[in-house]
C-alpha cells in the first residue's frame, strides 16, 4: 500500500483514512508552516523535549512538525458529534459574539459594573450577584429554551416581542425569563436541602416597566420561590383589575388615561403586637414571688457546691490512685542494664523480658545464648 486510503461512511458522509508505514514517510513537511498547538499539544511537546533532552532548537522544530503531522492525521480539525457522528457546524458570528460577551465579564463577578439601560426596563435592587428572575422561557415548538443574548439591547427587544417581562444576566449571556418577581440567592443564603442555590452564576436581573399599578415590586427581591409565585399571583390580580377598568372607561365612552404607577410597598410592616395587660398582683403576692424565687437560687447554688466538692474529690482520688499504681509498677520491676550488639537495653532477668531504655517499652525476650532479642520467651518458667 503505497498512498492513503479513505473510506467514506454513506450513511453519514464522515470519512476515515487508512495508513500504511510507506504512506506516512510520503507525508510532506511545509518549511514556512508555523503549527499552533492546544495546551494537551503543548504539554507534549515539554516532555518529549524533557524526556529526550533537546535543547537544539532544528531539533525541537522537528519534534513539532511530527506533532502537528500526527495532529493532522488523527484530524483534529474534523471533531465528530458523539449521538450521529457527523462533522460539527460552527456558527462564526455566533462564537464571535459569545467571544466577545465573555471578554467584557469581570473574573470577580461583584465587581460587575450595572450600566445596562434600555427604554421602559428597570434594574432590579439587590447586590450583584445574588439577584435573578426564575426559570427560562421556552422556544414556541417546546424543544428547550430560547437562546441566550449577548447584548442587554438585544434581549430587551426579543423579550418585547413575546411580551416577556424579566431579563437576568448569567455567565452565559441575557436570558428571557418566566419569574416576574425577583429572588435573592447569595452567599450564605441556603436552600431546604442546605445547599447554596449557585450564587456565582446569577450576575444581574432587569425588570420591564408595569403600565398598570402593581401591589408588589418587581425590582424588590424576595428570599424564596415560594413567596415570589405567590406576589406573582396578586400581581397578576392586579394588571386583570387595571385592564378591566379600562375597558369600563371605554365602553362609557371615557378617555382613558393611563398613568404611570408609583413603586409599591415590598414588605408589609408588621403590626406591632398586641400586649395583653397582666393583672395588678398586690404586695403580698409580690412578695411571695420574690421569697421563692430567692429560695430557688439559693438551692440551685447549694447543689451546684456539692457537685462540684464531690467532683474534686473524686478527681484527687483518681489521681492519688494512679500515682500509687504507677510507684507500685516502678518498684515491682527489677531490671538491670544489658548491651546487646552495642545497644543498651533494659533486662528484668524475673520475666526475661527486654525494655527499651528510654521509652521503657517491652521489645520482646533474651535468647537462650544471651546474644539476641526474640518475639518469644525461650526460657521455661
Known amino acids: ?9 454513506a450513511k453519514n458522509g464522515t470519512t476515515r483514512s487508512i495508513y500504511s508505514v510507506e504512506s506516512i514517510q510520503q507525508i510532506p513537511f511545509d518549511e ?34 511530527l506533532v502537528h503531522t500526527f495532529c493532522v492525521l488523527a484530524d483534529r480539525p474534523h471533531k465528530k458529534t458523539h449521538s450521529t457522528g457527523r462533522v460539527k457546524k460552527t456558527d462564526t458570528v455566533e462564537s464571535a459574539k459569545r467571544t466577545a460577551f465573555k471578554s467584557r465579564l469581570p473574573e470577580d463577578r461583584s465587581k460587575y459594573e450595572v450600566n445596562e439601560s434600555y427604554d421602559g426596563w428597570s434594574v432590579v435592587k439587590g447586590e450583584v450577584g445574588t439577584v435573578y428572575f426564575d426559570g ?21 427587544k426579543a423579550a418585547e416581542e413575546i411580551d416577556c417581562s424579566s431579563i437576568t444576566l448569567n455567565e452565559s449571556g ?6 416576574q418577581i425577583p429572588i435573592a440567592v447569595g452567599v450564605g443564603k441556603k436552600s431546604k436541602t442546605n445547599e447554596i442555590s449557585h450564587p456565582e452564576r446569577q450576575i444581574m436581573s ?50 382613558v388615561v393611563v398613568e404611570k404607577p408609583t413603586e409599591p410597598v415590598v414588605e408589609e410592616k408588621p ?27 439559693e438551692k440551685a447554688k447549694k447543689k451546684a457546691e456539692e457537685a462540684a466538692k464531690k467532683k ?21 520491676r527489677d531490671v538491670e542494664e544489658i548491651s546487646i550488639d552495642g545497644e543498651d537495653y533494659y533486662y ?31 526460657i521455661e518458667e
Open 1 to 9: 500500500m503505497s498512498s492513503i486510503q479513505t473510506i467514506t461512511n
Open 312 to 332: 474534686a474529690a473524686e478527681e484527687a482520688a483518681a489521681a492519688e490512685e494512679e500515682e500509687d499504681s504507677g510507684s507500685e509498677d516502678e518498684d515491682s
Open 32 to 65: 514556512s508552516y508555523e503549527p499552533k498547538f492546544n495546551e494537551q499539544e503543548k504539554i507534549i511537546l515539554e516532555g518529549l523535549s524533557i524526556k529526550f533532552k533537546i535543547a537544539d532548537d532544528v531539533a525541537q522544530m522537528e519534534i513539532e512538525k
Open 271 to 297: 403590626t406591632e403586637p398586641v400586649v395583653e395587660e397582666k393583672p395588678k398582683k398586690t404586695k403580698k403576692a409580690k412578695f411571695d414571688l420574690v421569697a421563692a424565687a430567692k429560695r430557688t437560687e
Open 136 to 156: 427560562r422561557v421556552q422556544k414556541p415548538d417546546g424543544k428547550g429554551a430560547i437562546r441566550y443574548f449577548y447584548t442587554f439591547e438585544d434581549a430587551c
Open 348 to 378: 528484668d532477668e524475673a520475666t526475661n523480658e527486654i525494655f527499651d531504655v528510654e521509652t521503657s517499652k517491652k521489645l520482646g525476650y533474651y535468647s537462650t545464648d544471651k546474644t539476641k532479642i526474640t518475639e518469644e520467651n525461650e
Open 174 to 179: 441575557y436570558s428571557l425569563r418566566i419569574g
Open 206 to 255: 432587569w425588570a420591564k416597566d408595569s403600565q398598570y399599578p402593581l401591589k408588589y415590586s418587581r425590582t424588590e427581591p424576595v428570599n424564596d420561590k415560594r413567596k415570589a409565585k405567590s406576589r406573582e399571583a396578586e400581581n397578576a390580580q392586579s394588571i386583570i383589575a387595571g385592564q378591566l377598568a379600562e375597558l369600563r372607561a371605554f365602553k362609557a365612552g371615557k378617555s
